[in-house]
Every structure is written in C-alpha cells, then in structure tokens.
C-alpha cells in the first residue's frame, strides 16, 4: 500500500491508484526490482514475453511490435549514422 493512494478522480469511485514514479525514491524503485532505464525494461519485458528465455527474445518474429527493435537491450537508432 505504500506505492498506492486514494485516486483524486470521483470515476475512479476512491479505488487506489500508484503512485506517480516521481514521487517515490529512486532506491525504493530499485528496491521492487525495477530497472533503472527504460531500454532495461523494454528488455526485461521481451524476455518475459518470449517465456523467459532470453535466446527466444533474440529470435523474436513479432517485427510489428513497437518494442521489437529494442529487444535485445539497446537502442538501434542510436550511435549509428546510415
């Protein structure tokens, strides 16, 4: 409950809602498990999708979701000119 508050939004009927991540430190972040970037979890996410395993995130054939080129932990548009 310590990362969930009352929603300020009367549709919401006063259900929790998280936290905004900027209101919570970065070592209670790191604490849950989170990754520190946002490459990190795209990652992490890809592997989970690919049933764990990080050799079937490699051979990931979904091209047509947007995190597909960021599979592999790193940025493609990045550190290259073509």
């Not at 009367?10 to 970037?37: C, F, M, T, V």
Request: with cysteine; aromatic share 6%; charged share 25%.
């Amino acid at each position: 409950m310590k990362y969930l508050e009352p929603s300020p939004y009367a549709a919401d009927g006063e259900n929790l809602i998280g936290k905004l991540p900027s209101q919570i430190s970065k070592d209670d972040l790191r604490d849950l498990g989170h990754p520190s970037s946002p490459i990190k979890a795209i990652r992490r996410n890809c592997v989970e999708c690919a049933g764990g395993s990080e050799a079937e995130a490699r051979k990931c054939t979904a091209t047509t979701c947007p995190l597909w080129p960021f599979r592999m932990g790193r940025n493609p548009f990045h550190g290259r000119a073509k």
